[in-house]
């Protein structure tokens, strides 16, 4: 049961989730409910192809994916292409996602930081238990490492959104509105996306084999659910490509109306 839970949501992230993330650089590519739409298209084969290409030319890392991926996720294109068009072209879509992925990247942000409590609570009962009362409960350090990892990986996007991670700013902070926008939808772009596919593209064979056996801790007390802990990853690849979507289209919209 577990393997094609993994496996759907591998397929909703890499067919679904990164071919929208293309929508905002449509929009500013073309305008109109079927140039944008193509545009959108064009632009997500690229991708998808500069992804091959990558994954011909870095055999060691195993990710050329098989000809049966390869049918399935044209598939998912050419439905994602006739939605985008139904619903109005790239500008619409990109309108009417930008609101729920912010809502859920703030959501989960918000959420997980309440978790910095609860582990300070945790780690300090786990002192006091040890040293003052001299008993010791594994599952107990274990959800330390849980909830670090939970506020780590999920709050990323989070942080993202609301300009929160050490920015090394010399010249963006005092550029010009305009200017600043055009470094954010670049570096989105241009850094942010790839890595977040290619981390998502490596991490789901290792979180797969881990739902496919449904990992628990080496430890008897411990925690019997190391499949979550490491499901975070694409979590947080997910999580923080939704961040840079909103940042994309917000630029997009600035760039659009100082052209």
Same mark, same amino acid.
């Given at each position: $049961?577990?393997? &094609?839970?993994?496996?759907?949501?591998?397929?909703? =992230?890499?067919? #679904?989730? !990164?071919?929208? $993330? %293309?929508l905002p650089l449509a929009v500013i590519v073309a305008g109109g409910r079927t140039a944008s739409t193509l545009a959108w298209l064009v632009i997500a084969v690229g991708i998808a192809?500069?992804?091959?290409?990558?994954?011909?030319? /870095? &055999?060691?890392?195993?990710?050329? &994916?098989?000809? +049966?991926?390869?049918?399935?996720?044209?598939?998912?294109?050419?439905?994602l292409f006739g939605a985008i068009f139904a619903a109005g072209g790239a500008s619409r879509v990109t309108t009417l996602l930008l609101p729920p992925l912010s809502a859920i990247t703030r959501t989960v942000g918000r959420t997980v930081m309440w978790l910095l409590l609860a582990m300070a609570l945790v780690q300090f009962s786990v002192v006091l238990l040890r040293y003052v009362f001299g008993v010791n409960f594994i599952f107990m350090q274990e959800s330390v490492t849980y909830m670090h990892g939970a506020v !780590?990986?999920? /709050?990323?996007?989070?942080?993202?959104?609301?300009?929160?991670?050490?920015?090394?700013?010399?010249?963006?902070?005092?550029? &010009?509105? +305009?200017?600043?926008?055009l470094i954010n939808f670049l570096g989105t772009y241009v850094f942010l996306f790839p890595i977040c596919l290619l981390l998502l593209w490596t991490a789901s064979p290792y979180v797969a084999n881990s739902w496919s056996v449904a990992e628990g801790s080496t430890e008897t007390s411990g925690i019997q659910a190391v !499949? #979550?802990?490491?499901?975070?990853?694409?979590?947080? =690849?997910?999580?923080? /490509? $939704?961040?840079? !979507?909103?940042? =994309? =289209? +917000?630029?997009?919209?600035?760039? +659009?109306?100082? %052209?």
């Open positions: $049961m577990l393997t &094609p839970i993994g496996d759907m949501l591998n397929w909703f =992230a890499a067919g #679904i989730v !990164f071919p929208l $993330m %293309a192809g500069g992804g091959v290409l990558f994954a011909q030319l /870095a &055999p060691i890392l195993n990710l050329a &994916p098989a000809l +049966r991926q390869s049918v399935v996720f044209a598939v998912m294109l050419a439905v !780590f990986l999920l /709050a990323a996007g989070y942080a993202l959104l609301t300009d929160d991670h050490v920015r090394v700013d010399i010249f963006y902070r005092e550029a &010009p509105a +305009r200017r600043k926008a !499949f #979550i802990l490491k499901s975070f990853i694409p979590a947080f =690849a997910i999580l923080l /490509a $939704m961040g840079g !979507f909103v940042i =994309a =289209a +917000r630029a997009g919209e600035i760039l +659009r109306e100082r %052209a």
